[in-house]
T-cell receptor
Framework: GQQLNQSPQSMFIQEGEDVSMNCTSS?????WLWYKQEPGEGPVLLIA?????ELTSNGRLTAQFGITRKDSFLNISASIPSDVGIYFC??????????????FGTGTRLQVTL | DSGVTQTPKHLITATGQRVTLRCSPR?????VYWYQQSLDQGLQFLIQ???????AKGNILERFSAQQFPDLHSELNLSSLELGDSALYFCASSPAGASSYNEQFFGPGTRLTVL
């Protein structure tokens, strides 16, 4: 099945550092979502983006919908141990309406050391 | 807690068998989605139901089928199971409003092991 390209694949950072990750595609998407998944649990929605160029924050998290509509970026500032997990981007080519078909990225595994 | 519930949490069965996974969406959400997560394929969209009707389809095998009932809960049926069907199966639901429609909230998943 199709997956979006996410980088980096994994990151090992120290507590307090800032983190950047991105997601790219060869196709245009109408919506970009960012999720975090911890072991044994379902993905948790962090941020939703609906317009090209849109910049949205959720606490220490900031995400951007790329101008070309083919990419998205997630930044985490001042990381803390509970930020550990796998971060997934997801894109939807369908316009907002009653149908939705998310394509997920390959994931970025984040480890935070004290 | 997303408000989406899934049962059972774990399921172990043999090849050739049939199983049913159940999902209850968040209160007020009309859409239910099913995903499969495996190590080699990542999270893959299977199918979406909206208010009882199939609305979008992904790479769902013919051996798999789903339905959404009048009370909006959904079931995913997997038949003639193969070893490769072992995976985490997630259900998600989304609000009915157009401005936030793509925001899908995931349940805790069902881990299926086929022996």
């Amino acid at each position: 099945g199709q997956q979006l390209n996410q980088s980096p694949q994994s990151m090992f950072i120290q507590e307090g550092e800032d983190v950047s990750m991105n997601c790219t595609s060869s196709s245009i998407f109408n919506t970009w979502l960012w999720y975090k998944q911890e072991p044994g649990e379902g993905p948790v929605l962090l941020i939703a983006l609906y317009k090209a160029g849109e910049l949205t924050s959720n606490g220490r998290l900031t995400a951007q919908f790329g101008i070309t509509r083919k990419d998205s970026f997630l930044n985490i500032s001042a990381s803390i141990p509970s930020d550990v997990g796998i971060y997934f981007c997801a894109g939807d080519r369908l316009p907002t309406g009653t149908a939705s078909k998310l394509t997920f990225g390959t994931g970025t595994r984040l480890q935070v050391t004290l | 807690d997303s408000g989406v519930t899934q049962t059972p949490k774990h399921l172990i069965t043999a090849t050739g068998q049939r199983v049913t996974l159940r999902c209850s969406p968040r209160s007020g959400d009309l859409s239910v989605y099913w995903y499969q997560q495996s190590l080699d394929q990542g999270l893959q969209f299977l199918i979406q139901y909206y208010n009882g009707e199939e609305r979008a389809k992904g790479n769902i095998l013919e051996r798999f089928s789903a339905q959404q009932f009048p009370d909006l809960h959904s079931e995913l049926n997997l038949s003639s199971l193969e070893l490769g069907d072992s995976a985490l199966y997630f259900c998600a639901s989304s609000p009915a409003g157009a401005s936030s429609y793509n925001e899908q909230f995931f349940g805790p998943g069902t881990r299926l092991t086929v022996l």
